[in-house]
């Protein structure tokens, strides 16, 4: 089982609408979850991040996370084509670990 | 110069060559890291560095080498690569909270990368 999943995608949306990101992690005792966005030829860049149960919005992301389910989730509100990018979940235990990353394209 | 910066920001090399890639952050953070992103593929941590010290190498063969002569700047030595070791190296700091609960800390923040080339 790998330590971080998330779906690959592509994850298609159209402009305006919801786009929904899942990311599950292996380690209970992980207290620190994050999510990076990269840009195709680009270095990750931090766009949000959580600590404890609930959700967290920061603009149009809303970050969600369960940890009895070992759950964590990104919501992008209105999306828009500049939003398209790998975004990559990142989970902390004692050490940080990336998920492979979920491709998300948005359609105008 | 604000945030992680990496030089240079391309290289190309052939298997016989060496080279050094260098990244400073410029954050006062506490730690730092090498990755290596191929293409399709996670990022895949490579060494850790924390005050200084050595704290992890994920079995990273030793044609690499890091380099870490204080905080804020850290080095990767490069030499008889292969061609498999072309991918983009990412270099990030964070400030680390050893053994407390939950904050701002562990957050990484990543330069820009340098896209290696070798031929």
């Known amino acids: 089982q790998k330590e971080v999943e998330q779906n690959s995608g592509p994850l298609s949306v159209p402009e305006g609408a919801i786009a929904s990101l899942n990311c599950t992690y292996s380690d209970r005792v992980s207290q620190s979850f994050f999510w990076y966005r990269q840009y195709s030829g680009k270095s990750p860049e931090l766009i949000m991040s959580?600590?404890?149960?609930g959700d967290k919005e920061d603009g149009r992301f809303t970050a969600q996370l369960n940890k009895a389910s070992q759950y964590v989730s990104l919501l992008i509100r209105d999306s828009q084509p500049s939003d398209s990018a790998t975004y990559l979940c990142a989970v902390y235990g004692n050490k940080l670990v990336f998920g492979a990353g979920t491709i998300l394209r948005v359609k105008s | 110069e604000t945030g992680v910066t990496q030089t240079p920001r391309h290289l190309v090399m052939g298997m016989t060559n060496k080279k050094s890639l260098k990244c400073e952050q410029h954050?006062?953070?506490?730690?730092m890291y090498w990755y290596k992103q191929s293409a399709k593929k996670p990022l895949e941590l490579m060494f850790v560095y924390n005050f200084k010290e050595q704290t992890e190498n994920n079995s990273v063969p030793s044609r690499f080498s890091p380099e870490c002569p204080n905080s804020s700047h850290l080095f990767l030595h490069l030499h008889t690569l292969q061609p498999e070791d072309s991918a983009l190296y990412l270099c990030?700091?964070?400030?680390?909270?050893?053994?407390?609960?939950?904050?701002?800390?562990?957050?990484?923040?990543f330069g820009p990368g340098t896209r290696l080339t070798v031929l």
């Open positions: 959580i600590y404890s149960n």
């Open positions: 954050l006062g953070h506490n730690a």
């Open positions: 990030a700091s964070s400030q680390e909270n050893f053994g407390g609960s939950a904050s701002s800390y562990n957050e990484q923040f």
